[in-house]
């Protein structure tokens, strides 16, 4: 132990003597007729992010000299308990509840900029509600509804100065957290072992946060079963009960009409038939403390600061009763001295790590995934490092659990890192749907849906077979074999083909439909590919061989080239050399507020057109996007550029402008050619709506300029068209929603609806 610790816990203790030598002195003459302080437990129920109320009442009790000898706690009362019990103030807690953001403290995945970007291009693909994996014959869904990797991190920041006690006596506080064995129903008083592991356990609400192992047992959430454990505080030697529950009150008729209605009726019935039984066990001298919450429901944690608030409030309207519980002045500034004291004694900091070790994986899978993490034995402790390890790792998204514990090795003062991790018991088949709808009211239609199904771990090298079909207007097959070749600098090589039936409008020269083409493709190739940064979160290159094959025939003619239509009919092959350059640092694929995406791809070869000679193919594009916010407001900058050296007929559309976003107020696919520019500013402010479905409501619009010519010498700035939009914008759990206003001074003025990427 450091020196200067030694001092500060030197000087803590001969305060807790001085203090103790003055009130024996005081009370000499009467001290045989002073009774001794009754032992004090605080039992905390349960409720969810109405259990931040519990930081207000704490607040009080501190405010009014009350020393609490034990504490009790279930469920989020078990978390603000065992925090306290680990020695953070009142004002800690409520300093760390301002701070969270609770919006992303739950997100199932890690943020966007930390996954590969294989797993990002998902997110342009797939609705992120429709999505399950299948494994030993049957469907499935993920164990729980959302993530608490972020809350299990937070918990292990906070109590890691008490990782090594060998019960949970032994801290400032005397602490129990209670959950429920979720095989036997019966309820587990957690009172040794890991503490952020046992208050993480306590809040395994079912069906919400995926439940957690501990010695063997399968724990839930402890509100089924004891939501206000006053019996455990009983047992523990209380000689008084200060009990405060916050538990959600039964809900009305009204909310009975659906099953996560019925079956929150059902959970919230269970814990009320238990809390009333513990309200029972209550006692004159105990005190019964129970915040009018209104109706702020479990759910509530954007409302954090309201609910300490008022938890705070209620406590200082009942304040006389509280403090009967009070002590002199001298009393509770020793038995303050007292905790403190104990608090600075087991507090650790600094160490250094002995080994990095994990659980629940081998071979060479353990092999890849030590690439991806920072912590090295030899290393001082660095609790944010050990934390980006920690994202990292679920970042691959292969694991349903990650976490991580410090142990002491025997005989040293080294510690040992030792990762969790927990395999999806949903895969390694994943199962994904997308869709693709939109309209613009006046004729103009389209509906796609996508069906993705990817296989991770194909292999111990891990190998990986992606594959999508798609139905609707469009028809398309694909598939993918990515194999990787080098675990350390995670190179690799991937395999693909597709197949596909596209319709396409073709357009006169004067923005006039003339025809409609139906044209197949199949394409294969094979790529070797690097990633930027670990594990490819910063983006990709790709250099590969391609082979393509075309046939187009008209299937509508108009008038404006009857007796053309013989140019329609076209096959035509390509092969060559592609180079593809992703870089993708969006925090979202919908709505970016910061960020950017870099997307390019070169292509040089032949093209062999049927019935001409053969030609040389040089094809260039290249797109961008940037986002910058302030505060709610978004600026949303875009770009794409292209160039091929010779443009088949039927192959038009994959050069062109033209539909919402995309110079809105034209049709899709209207403005085409072999040189295209295009820009777009996109303005949008997020909403201060909840909604159930979205994670977030805009309202926004674009202003937009470009053109597409035949050949280089028709470029011009002076004939850019112009295009803008207003819109009404939802990132919903189905895609990206969008009803907008289109408008352009050469094209047409009319409303669109998008459901899908524009």
């Known amino acids: 132990m450091p020196l200067s610790r030694h001092l500060v816990v030197l000087f803590l203790l001969l305060g807790v003597c001085l203090s103790v030598s003055r009130a024996q002195q005081a009370g000499t003459a009467n001290a045989a007729a002073t009774p001794a302080r009754p032992k004090v437990a605080l039992v905390l129920s349960g409720g969810g992010a109405r259990g931040l109320a519990h930081v207000g009442v704490l607040k009080v009790l501190e405010q009014s000299r009350v020393p609490v000898d034990m504490v009790v706690g279930t469920s989020m009362g078990a978390i603000i308990g065992g925090l306290y019990a680990a020695g953070m103030s009142p004002d800690e807690l409520e300093r760390q509840v301002a701070q969270l953001d609770w919006g992303g403290l739950f997100e199932r ?33 993920p164990t729980g509804a959302v993530s608490t990797r972020s809350l299990e991190m937070l918990l292990r920041r906070h109590t890691l100065p008490v990782r090594h006690l060998a019960s949970f006596d032994g801290l400032p506080l005397p602490f129990r957290a209670v959950a429920t064995d979720m095989e036997t129903g019966e309820a587990v008083v957690l009172d040794h072992g890991d503490l952020a592991a046992a208050l993480r356990a306590s809040m395994s609400v079912p069906g919400v946060f995926s439940p957690l192992e501990i010695n063997g047992r399968i724990l839930g959430d402890g509100g089924l079963v004891d939501n206000l454990p006053v019996e455990v505080a009983r047992r523990m030697g209380a000689d008084v009960v200060i009990a405060v529950n916050i538990g959600t009150p039964l809900a009305g008729r009204e909310t009975l009409g659906t099953l996560l209605g019925i079956t929150a009726q059902m959970v919230n019935i269970l814990t009320e038939q238990n809390v009333r039984r513990s309200i029972d066990l209550l006692t004159t001298r ?201 675990a350390a600098e995670g190179r690799f090589v991937s395999a693909y083909g597709a197949a596909g039936l596209r319709r396409a409008d073709i357009f006169d020269e004067n923005g006039e439909a003339a025809a409609i083409i139906k044209r197949r493709s199949v394409d294969v190739g094979v790529d070797y590919g690097m990633p930027f940064g670990v594990l490819g979160r910063i983006g990709e290159l790709r250099v590969g061989w391609f082979e393509s094959w075309r046939h187009t025939r008209p299937e509508l003619v108009g008038g404006s080239i009857a007796g053309y239509d013989h140019l329609l009919v076209q096959r035509w092959r390509e092969s060559g050399l592609r180079l593809a350059l992703v870089a993708d640092q969006l925090d979202y694929a919908n709505f970016p507020s910061e960020g950017y995406r870099l997307k390019t791809e070169l292509m040089t070869g032949r093209r062999r057109v049927e019935g001409l000679p053969r030609e040389r193919l040089h094809r260039v594009e290249a797109s961008a996007v940037y986002a910058h916010s302030w505060g709610r407001h978004t600026v949303n900058l875009g770009t ?95 895609g990206p929603l969008y009803l907008g206003l289109v408008s352009a001074p050469k094209g047409y003025t009319g409303l669109y609806l998008f459901l899908g990427r524009p």
């Open 640 to 734: 794409r550029l292209a160039r091929v050296n010779q443009l088949p007929v039927g192959a038009l559309d994959e050069y062109s402008l033209g539909g919402f976003q995309q110079l809105s107020g034209y049709r899709i696919g209207q403005v085409i050619g072999s040189r295209l520019a295009f820009g777009r500013l996109t303005y949008y402010h997020r909403q201060d709506w909840v909604t159930g479905v979205a994670r977030a409501v805009f309202l926004g619009g674009s202003i937009e300029a470009g053109n597409a010519w035949q050949s280089g010498e028709d470029v011009s700035l002076r004939k850019l068209r112009w295009g803008s939009s207003l819109f009404v914008g939802a990132d919903t759990a189905l």
């Open 286 to 486: 105990d005190l019964l403390l129970q915040p009018p919450l209104g109706e702020l429901t479990s759910a509530d944690f954007d409302k954090a600061s309201d609910l300490v608030a008022l938890g705070e409030r209620y406590a200082e309207s009942v304040r006389v009763a509280i403090e009967r519980f009070s002590q002199e002045p001298m009393v509770y500034a020793q038995w303050k001295l007292q905790r403190d004291a104990h608090l600075a004694l087991l507090t650790e900091r600094g160490g250094r790590l002995g080994q990095v070790r994990f659980e629940g994986v081998q071979g060479e899978r353990l092999r890849q995934l030590e690439r991806l993490v920072e912590s090295r034995p030899g290393q001082a402790l660095d609790v944010d490092r050990i934390e980006r390890d920690v994202r990292q790792l679920a970042a691959t998204g292969d694991y349903e659990r990650v976490d991580y514990r410090l142990e002491r090795l025997p005989e040293q003062a080294d510690e040992a890192l030792v990762v969790q991790l927990r395999e999806n018991g949903w895969g390694p088949n994943y199962l994904g749907l997308g869709l693709d709808l939109r309209t613009d009211f006046d004729g103009q239609s389209a509906f796609n849906l996508r069906l993705h199904h990817t296989r991770r771990w194909l292999s111990e090298g891990g190998s990986e077979w992606r594959s999508r079909v798609q139905l609707g207007s469009n028809l398309q097959a694909s598939s993918e074999i990515y194999q990787p070749i080098d």
């Open 109 to 141: 995945r890690e943020p966007r900029q930390l996954l590969s970007q294989r797993s990002k291009e998902e997110d342009f693909e797939l609705a992120p509600l429709m999505q399950l994996g299948f494994r030993d014959g049957e469907f499935r869904l």
